[in-house]
C-alpha cells in the first residue's frame, strides 16, 4: 500500500524479498530510477515510483531535468512536496523551485498516482497543488497529513486521497481526521522504516494496526476496513489507467 520506501533495501535484501507480494509504492530520487526499477522488475505487486523528496530538494535540485526527462516512464509519483520543518530560508526557497518545477513536468504528463509531503507546509502545499494540477487526471494522496482542519477541508474538496499509517494512530488529530475524510478517499501507508517502532517492526504489523485504528473510528469491523481500503486501493489505480 502506498507509500514505502521498498528502494532503500539492497538487492536481494531479506526485507526485499519479504515484500515481494505486498502492494507497495517505492519512492526514489531521478538518478535511482533506473537501478530501482531493475532492482524491483521481478516484485509484481511493488511499483517503484519517480520521487524528489523536499527534504532533498535543496541537495538534488540538479536531479529536475532528468525527473522531467523520466515522468513519463511511470504512473508513480512520490514522494514529492514542501517540508517547513528547516527554517533556512535558502533550503525553503530550493524546496519550492523544485517542487514547482516536478509539477510543471507531471501537468502535461499521463495519468498518474501522486504521493505527497506537507509536513508543517499543507497551505503552501495544496496551493502549489491546485494551481498546477487542478483539472488534471492526476491523483493526489497526502501522506501523514498533520495541517489544519481548514486546510484539509480544503484538500478534500480538491479530491485529494489521504493514506494513514499506524504511527499517525497515536496522535491527538488522528479521530477528528478520520472523521472528516470521506472513507472513499482513505488509503493506507507504512513509510517504512521510519514508522518502525516497539509495536510494529515491519510492514505487516504496521498495516494490522493501521487497519485496527481506523476501524475503531469508522465503527467497522477489521476484516471490513481491509476490503474498504483495498476497494479505495483498486479504484485510484484503475481511475489513472
Ligand atoms: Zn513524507
Redesign the pocket.
Known sequence: MPPGLVSQYPRGSREGRRNRHKDDFGYQHPVLWKPNQKLFSGCQNIRPALGLHPELASQRAHETSLFDSLCNETKYIG?IGLDGVSRDPQVRLKQRQVFNSVLKSIKNSSPKIITI?S?RAATETIDALENHLHGTPHRVIL??YSGTKAELMRAINLGFHFSINHAMARGKAFEALIEAVPVSSLLTET?APFTFDAFATNRRQSLILTIDALSKVLGKDHEECKRTIWGNFSRIVKSIS
Open positions: 514522494e509531503h509536513r501522506h501523514w513509510d
